[in-house]
Structures are given as C-alpha cells and as structure tokens.
C-alpha cells in the first residue's frame, strides 16, 4: 500500500469517528446517543487545550492527559496529528486538493511555495498562551484562555455541533425530535466558511497561516526522531514534490521541519527516490521555523499578557458581572469559568433541551461563543435534575457535578439545591398584575418542591362601563337594571359577582343583563332592586420566593407573555458566585 | 479598422439572438411573476373539524371505583367489573393511549401517568387482540426527556405499543364546531392516524389554577403551539377538550395522588396515598368522582359544570351507580 493511501485512511477514519463522537453526543436511550462514547477523546487529544488550561489554573483537568499523547507523537514521528489525525486538517487538506488538481504543475508548485507569513501563526500561539498565564493575585486577573477561537479542534467541534448537526437535522437526518436553534450562529457559521473556502485560494490556508496547535507541534517537531528530507543524490529539480507538499515547507530545498504536515507527498511523488523520511537531516539543509522575529514575539506575547489585566479592567468578572448571562448549572465563578472554557460547544451539544448557547459578548469579548443559558428557545428550560454539561465538559469550566448537588437532595441535612439565577416577576407584563387576567403558567411550571413561585389571590373590579344594578333575583339568578354585558363572558369560573354586604358569589353564566350565580342565595338576605352590583375576576398574582428559586427558566419558557418575558431569570443569588448572593 | 474587427452578418444574427433571448426569458420570468399587489392578509390553514367519536355507541355510561393499594391490581379489577377488556378492544382494533407525560419527573413523584399502567393496558389490549398500540403526549418539559424519566416510554416499548413523541408535522390546525377556544388550533392529530379505540390514563393531581389535574385535564397534552395561553380561560378549555375528546375509556389513578404544588410536585411530601382507581366511560362523572380524592367537590371545580352543559358528560357521577370494588 501507498503510504498516502494509509494517510488518507488514517484521515477518513478520524474524520468519521470525529462525526460520529459529534452525533453522539447527545443525550437519550439510541445506540449512536451517549452510553460511554468517549465523545471529548479528540479534545482531550488537542495538547494545546491542555497546555492553555494548565497555564491558566496550574491543573490539567481529567482527559486532558491525553494531550500527552500528541506532545509524544509530535516529539518521535513530527507533526503526523496535523497531517494524519486532525479531522479539520483533513477538511482543509480535502477541499485544498479540490481545487488545485486541476491547476498547472507550475501553479501548484507556486501554490505550495513557503511564505514568510506562516510565521503569523506562532505570534498567535504566542498571544494565546500569554494570555492564557494565571498571574499573581496582585494583577488581579487569573489566566484567559482563548484558544478556543481558533484551536482546530474546539472550532471544529464547534462549528459542526452548532452549525452542520442542526443544518443537517433540519435536511432531514433527524437527529434530534425538535428543531435545534443556536443564539448567534451566523458568526460562528461564517468563521468556519470562511476558513474553510480560504483553501480555494491556497491549500491548506488554515493551517499554514492561522492554526495555533500547528504552531505548537511545529516548534515542538524540532526534536524530532525522524523526518522529511532530501537524499544527497538523485534529484533532478522536477519539483514534483512540492506540487502536492501540505505544509509548504519546501521539501527540495532548504526543509522547514515546523512546517511539515507529515502528509508524505513528497514521498510518494518522488520518482527519484530522492525524499526519504529518515533519522539523517535533510541534505539540502533545515531549517527548523520561519524566521520569527524577536519583535514579533515580544509583541504578541506582551498583548497576550496584558489582555487578561486590560479585559479585566471593564469589570465584568467582577463588580460588574452582567446580570443578564446565566451560565449552566455547575459552571465555575466567571473569573475560574474563563481560565477554563475552550468554547468546543460539546455543552451546547449535549443540552438535551436546548438551552444552552454560544454566548455573544454578554461576558464580553473573552466571553464570546462561551455557553450561556437562553430559556427563550429550547424546549423547556434548563431541566432541574439534569446534569449532562458539565459532565460533558472538557475542561471542567462547567463542573460534573452530581445530581444530589444540583437538587441538595441527599446527604447531610440543609443542604441548598444548586441556583443559576432567580427569577423576576415583571408586573408591568404580568397579565395577573398588570391585565386583570387570571394565568399563572410560571406557577404551575415552578419545578421544584415546595414552589419557588407561589400566589395570591386578589379580587379585582372589571370594567364593565356603567355600574350595574341589580332589579330582582330569581333563584341563582341576578336581574340587571340594563343590558350592558357581554354575554358569556363571565361565565368562565374566574367572575365573582360582589352583592351588597360584602356576599361574593362565583358567576356561572351570564347574559347581556343577568348573572347566573353558583347557588342560589340561601339564607342571605336578596339584593333589594337598585342596589349596586360589581363583577371581579379573581386573580392569583405570582409572587417568586428567592429561597427555592434555582433559576431553572422553566417559567420564563412557559410565560405567554412571547416577547419580553414577563417573568425572567437573571443571575442574581447564583451559587457559583458568592458575590452574587441577593438575600440572608 | 480591420476587417477582423468588422461584425460580420452571422455574428451579428447570432448576437442579436442572444439578445433577444435574453430580453424573451427575463420578460417571461417577470410577466409570470408579476404581483401588482402584493401580499395580502395570511389565509387561515385549512383546519380539521374534530376528532372522531372513540366511545362505544352500545357501552353507555359507566363508572366503577376500585379501592387498593396496588395500581396495576386496581386496574385489572376495574376492567373486570366493567365488562374486561374485551367489551372495550376488540380484534384488529388500534388503540391510542394517551398518557400524561408532562414532566420530566420519575414514577415515584406521581407527577405522570404511572408506567406500570401504561404497561399493564397496553398488554391487555394485545391480548384482546389489538392490531396496534400507540402512546404518546405532548409533554410540557422536553418530551424525550419526559418520556425517559416518566419511565413511560421505556414501559411502553418493552410491552409492545408504539411511542410516538410529538413531531411538529403531527400537529395539524382545529376547529371545534361552536367552541370558542379551539378554532384554528394545532392539536396533536398525527397519532390518531387509523386509530380505533382511544383510551385515556391519567394521575389525580393539584392544581392550582383549574384546582385539579385529572382525566378531562389530561387531553391537554393534544393541544400544541402557545398553548399555555387557555390559562386564561382554563375552565372552559378543559371543558372544550372534553366536548372535543370522546374517549372509548378513562382510567384515572388515585393510588397515589398528588395533594400539594400541583401539577408539578417533586416532593414525596406532596403525595398522599388515596388506594384509589377509577376507570369509566364517562370523562366528567370520574373527573367528579376523583375530586373527592383531593377533599373537594365537583362543584368546586367550575370545568366539571362546563363539560356537563357541553354534554360530555355527567357531574353527577353517583347518578350512574358507580360499581364499587375492594381490592
């Protein structure tokens, strides 16, 4: 076999098996849904999520170890992740090829000729792990791991969690039962277009000029054990080689081992065996990077520095923390949650009521694509006995916490179930407060026991124009002096009629000038004629009580009011943050 | 200038035609797409006139209490005294169940329809012959995760019946002739599809807006869009979806009712133990009869009243003579 025919394999399957992990995860009871698919093993392989994370909280969270894996591959074999294992490489690599086979050999050598600007990327590695440094104390900012922007694998996972699954369900593959919808996906849908079709242009674009890891492993291929190289004889400048050369590393000349994808065109083209993936350097000589220069390092890795201590500085990680972004249950305090989260969308993902969204800049530009609660869209709010995010995690922003934990159920006694905010009655919205319309949907959706909102009920005055009179009764029935109601409207269980003497009787039915009462009146004395008689709804007016609230959205989700919600949750009292604690 | 730069005839023809092609095709387009006055008022979707009729013409009104412990005995005793189950499901027929799977809550909270009933009566009707079960609702919570911790769905499968989560094309738009809150509303019609016999399942639970959750409650679960807008008038629309729904059998499980912060609970505390099972051919007279579980009366329950005038049914339920069984 060829080796590129091994390559391309290697390629195709974990392609596949990153679509596959990206469908499964997914909570239910289906074969293809989550029952212990290692759905994060791409991630957790991706060292540059872990390096981030490990400068930013001195930990290395869970599966991250695994980027080990990759580090040993990178050091022993060079950069055979990028070439044989990256599943959005192998996008690019696929659509690259696409549109340069057809080219002169002449355009495709040029094509694959190195550029100085794939020197860029290490200034982003640069930017990226500076930021990501925790600080001490004094700085007052912890680390902020932004990798995820532009880290292969968290772009691809999100673009293809929130972007292709959901586009796909809605073509008809049928995934998920409902719709999915993602606040903000035409940036993140863009983001990946764009880096997508920028292959058209040069192949492997991505990769050569922006990858952040690519720029991790191409410094630490250095070491490597074995590598691409020219033979001392036998080539004859065809530059066959570098027509289909990946990396752009100039395999004929001067090799630049950073460079190199692994992808063994070279080898394969070679007619003249005059490339050899050996332990002697190549003898056309190496270089092991572009040339970076020491301004542009400095540069990057001063603004990564600073970024965190600058961001910080608009406070909303501290006193002025947006009210408005409710993270997921489990999510770490905003300060901890940035240092960690990789912005994968594998929460997203997994929300089995979709839920949870790519945030836009709530939290502001750190904050971006970083999961945020929007109970407007889903299916139901975020569901109180569920805890699949932060299992799902892959950096523990969000926490696995355990279901005795998220309701306080279980061990010792006084334990609080987990808040992610508190919801608000808007009673300027509210149709009991505000409309004189009986509703109480929130109420009844509250999940947790006893309910966090609860009612009172008051009787008020309905319009009905003119006051009424009452000239006589008749058993349950209570003749008006004119015909002035609507009829029927009365009649639906809600209307009370108020007799004088304070009697209140439940109207059952009614006529332009008559109300049926629930009973006839008994023992008490009748309405004489021309004695007032007033028509009030009973209302149960929701009233939240902070102490069971959990924030879980439920009521926002069911409120009829559409549009603004005339219940909403904010983040006020939730458990991640002690700062945010609203009441005794 | 050159010859060369000269058009000769045939070019010249040829170009013109392209031309002319080209004015032809985009006059066409427009003329076949031409809208002087644009988009008027959205027309009202064809809506479906009603459900059919699911009772037997011939088994009248009957109701029969059982009084035990154990809900799955309970039932069997109810079917039995009302005929078996085979005066309800005969062979060939297909049999909609329709559960109340509004939460994502686990059996034990009683905040749904038990799955060992849904079980149980879906066995009965395979063993009476029933070509087909199905079950399904429209949960309030995400319905697959409703259907999961319910343990509905898991019971319903592994005792044969379909389970049909709702789809958005299930939903199709329904007028109830003369009712006033069902016009033009999506009402979950898909499963009803060659349906023969409909049976409803449903748990006694509080319920603090129309004070109860019970059998005529349930149908609920068939309405789709915004529904929680007939909040605002929740009596008459319980009553509307009893006019509506004109079920072969209801089965209302007291076992365990839910006293306390209905319809949701959550709290074992909310519960108490009624060891009561009632199973009719009359929607309203077991809604009044599983009233008194709750310590109320039909009288307290304005929709009772409401689904009696529509005819649904009677609210006076021991009128019917209900078959009383000590389990």
């Not at chain 1, 009210?323 to 901890?336: K, N, Q, Y």
């Not at chain 1, 836009?360 to 971006?368: A, C, Q, V």
């Not at chain 2, 309405?223 to 006019?243: S, V």
């Amino acid at each position: 076999m060829r080796i590129v025919t091994a390559r391309r394999a290697s390629q195709l399957f974990f392609f596949a098996l990153f679509l596959w992990f990206c469908v499964a995860a997914t909570l239910g009871e289906r074969f293809w849904q989550l029952r212990g698919w290692p759905v994060n093993w791409l991630l957790d392989l991706d060292p540059l999520a872990g390096i981030a994370t490990l400068l930013s909280t001195r930990t290395l969270y869970a599966g991250l170890l695994w980027g080990l894996a990759t580090l040993a591959l990178t050091v022993v074999l060079g950069r055979v992740f990028c070439g044989w294992i990256c599943p959005f490489g192998a996008m690019h690599q696929f659509i690259g090829f696409l549109a340069r086979r057809t080219r002169r050999l002449a355009v495709q050598v040029e094509l694959n000729r190195f550029r100085p600007a794939q020197a860029v990327k290490y200034y982003l590695l640069a930017f990226f792990l500076a930021a990501a440094l925790l600080l001490p104390r004094e700085w007052m900012s912890s680390g902020s791991v932004q990798i995820g922007l532009l880290d292969p694998l968290c772009l691809a996972h999100r673009s293809v969690n929130l972007i292709l699954l959901p586009l796909a369900d809605r073509a008809g593959l049928g995934l998920a039962p409902l719709p999915r919808f993602y606040e903000g996906a035409g940036l993140i849908g863009a983001v990946f277009l764009c880096a997508l079709l920028l292959n058209l242009w040069l192949p492997r674009f991505y990769c050569r000029f922006v990858c952040p890891l690519g720029a991790l492993l191409g410094i630490l291929s250095r070491f490597a054990l074995w590598r691409i190289g020219r033979t001392e004889e036998g080539c004859t400048d065809c530059r066959r080689c570098e027509r289909s050369c990946e990396g752009a590393c100039t395999p004929t000349a001067r090799i630049r081992i950073g460079e190199c994808v692994m992808c063994l065109n070279c080898l394969d083209e070679c007619r003249h065996d005059a490339i050899a993936y050996r332990t002697r350097p190549s003898a056309a000589g190496e270089a092991l990077l572009p040339d970076l220069s020491r301004r542009g390092f400095v540069a990057s890795a001063v603004s990564g520095l600073l970024a965190a201590p600058v961001l910080r500085l608009g406070g909303g990680a501290g006193p002025n923390w947006n009210a408005g972004l409710i993270r997921p249950p489990g999510a770490l305090a905003e300060e901890d949650f940035l240092a960690r989260c990789i912005k994968c969308g594998q929460c997203m993902r997994v929300c089995p009521t979709n839920v949870i969204h790519p945030a836009g800049l709530e939290s502001g530009i750190e904050g971006l694509w970083t999961p945020k609660l929007n109970f407007r869209v889903g299916t139901s709010g975020c569901q109180h006995t569920c805890i699949a995010c932060g299992h799902l995690c892959p950096t523990a922003a969000i926490r696995p916490i355990s279901l005795e934990e998220r309701t306080g159920r279980g061990g010792s006694a006084g334990r609080r179930p987990l808040r992610v905010g508190t919801a608000f009655v808007d009673r300027g919205r509210c149709l009991p407060w505000a409309m004189d319309k009986p509703c109480i949907v929130c109420q009844e959706n509250c999940p947790v026991s006893p309910k966090a909102i609860f009612t009172r009920e008051v009787f008020n005055p309905v319009r009905t124009g003119a006051p009424l009179a009452v000239t006589g009764t008749d058993g349950a029935r209570l003749v008006l002096a004119s015909a002035a109601l609507e009829a029927h409207r009365f009649g639906t269980g809600d209307y009370h009629a108020l007799l004088p003497g304070g009697l209140r009787l439940r109207i059952a039915s009614n006529s332009a000038d008559a109300l049926d009462l629930e009973r006839p009146l008994g023992g008490e004395e009748p309405p004489a004629p021309g004695s007032p008689v007033s028509i009030l709804v009973r209302l149960q007016q929701p009233y939240v009580d902070p102490k069971q609230c959990i924030g879980c959205g439920v009521c926002e989700h069911e409120c009829p009011v559409l549009g603004l919600r005339a219940i909403h949750v904010t983040a006020e009292n939730e458990s991640r943050s002690p700062h945010h604690r609203m009441v005794l | 200038m050159s010859p060369e730069a000269l058009v000769n005839r045939r070019e010249f023809i040829g170009r013109a035609a392209k031309a002319g092609a080209v004015l032809l095709a985009g006059g066409g387009i427009a003329a076949l797409a031409r809208d002087p006055s644009g988009p008027g008022p959205a027309a009202p979707e064809p809506a479906a006139s009603g459900l059919p009729d699911f009772a037997l013409p011939d088994a009248g009104r009957k109701l029969c209490i059982v009084r035990s412990a154990d809900r799955v005995r309970s039932l069997t005793l109810a079917l039995q005294a009302l005929g078996g189950i085979e005066a309800f499901v005969k062979r060939g027929d297909r049999v909609l169940i329709k559960v109340n799977a509004a939460f994502a809550s686990p059996p034990l909270l009683s905040a749904t329809t038990h799955p060992d009933l849904v079980s149980e009566l879906t066995r009965l009707c395979l063993k009476a012959g029933a070509a087909a079960v199905r079950v399904t609702d429209n949960p309030i919570n995400d319905p697959a995760s409703a259907f999961a911790l319910s343990g509905i769905g898991q019971a319903a499968r592994s005792a044969g019946a379909e389970l049909l989560l709702p789809e958005e094309r299930f939903f199709r738009p329904l007028s109830l002739k003369d009712a006033r809150l069902i016009r033009s509303w999506p009402v979950l019609l898909g499963p009803f599809a060659g349906v023969t016999k409909l049976i409803g399942v449903a748990p006694v639970k509080d319920h603090h807006r129309s004070g109860a959750s019970m059998a005529m409650k349930n149908w609920y679960g068939l309405l789709g869009g915004r529904r929680n807008i007939f909040h605002q008038d929740i009596h008459t629309i319980i009553a509307e979806l009893a006019w509506m729904v004109k079920p072969t059998l209801v089965v209302l499980d007291g076992t365990t009712s839910m006293m306390t912060n209905g319809p949701t609970g959550g709290s074992l505390a909310d519960l108490k133990e009624t060891h009561t099972l009632i199973a009719g051919t009359d929607q309203v007279a077991v809604d009044a009869c599983g009233a008194t579980l709750l310590g109320k009366t039909a009288a307290d329950l304005p929709f009772i009243a409401k689904a009696a005038e529509l005819g649904a049914g009677t609210a006076d339920y021991r009128s019917l003579s209900p078959i009383e069984v000590a389990g």
